[in-house]
C-alpha cells in the first residue's frame, strides 16, 4: 500500500512498500555512517513500522536472479550488516545471509531503500 507523505492516519502492522520512488540521500537525525549494529537496528524499526522503496535498478537485479521483495526482507530482518560504504552521495549498508545480498541506503528515520540485490553464485 503506498501512502503519500503527508498521509496521517494510523499506520497498520503492515510493510509500507514503495516501489515508484528515486533515492534521495538526505537522512534525518544523527549524521551517516551509522555503525553496523545501529543500521541492523534502524533497518528492523523500518520493517516494522516504515517504508521499504525498490530503486528501478534494484527491482532490475531482483527480477535477474529471481529475487522477490518478500526474499529481499527477509534478508533485511535476519541478514548481517556491513560497514557503511560511500558511493555515488549516500552511504550504502550491505546486508548479507548465506545466499543473497541487499544494499539499502537510509532515506530518513523511517525510509529506506534497496540500492540492488543478487542471489551469490553456487
Do not use: Q
Not at 533515492?23 to 524499526?45: L, Q
Not at 520493517?47 to 526482507?73: P, Q, R, W
Not at 560504504?85 to 525510509?111: D, L, N, P
Request: one cysteine or more; hydrophobic letters at 40%; charged letters at 30%.
Amino acid at each position: 500500500m503506498n501512502r503519500p507523505m503527508n498521509d496521517d492516519r494510523p499506520r497498520t502492522s503492515r510493510l509500507d512498500v514503495d516501489l515508484s520512488s528515486s533515492h534521495d540521500s538526505v537522512v534525518d537525525g544523527p549524521p551517516e555512517p551509522f555503525d553496523p549494529d545501529d543500521a541492523k537496528r534502524r533497518i528492523r524499526d523500518i520493517l516494522k513500522s516504515g517504508v521499504v522503496a525498490a530503486s528501478v535498478h534494484a527491482l532490475e537485479e531482483m527480477a535477474n536472479d529471481n529475487l522477490t521483495m518478500v526474499d529481499c526482507v527477509n534478508v533485511l530482518r535476519g541478514g548481517w550488516v556491513e560497514p557503511a560504504e560511500w558511493e555515488r552521495g549516500s552511504w550504502r549498508y550491505r546486508v548479507w545471509t548465506a545466499r543473497i545480498c541487499v544494499v539499502v541506503a537510509f532515506r530518513s528515520e523511517s525510509e529506506l531503500v534497496i540500492v540492488t540485490a543478487w542471489r551469490k553464485g553456487p
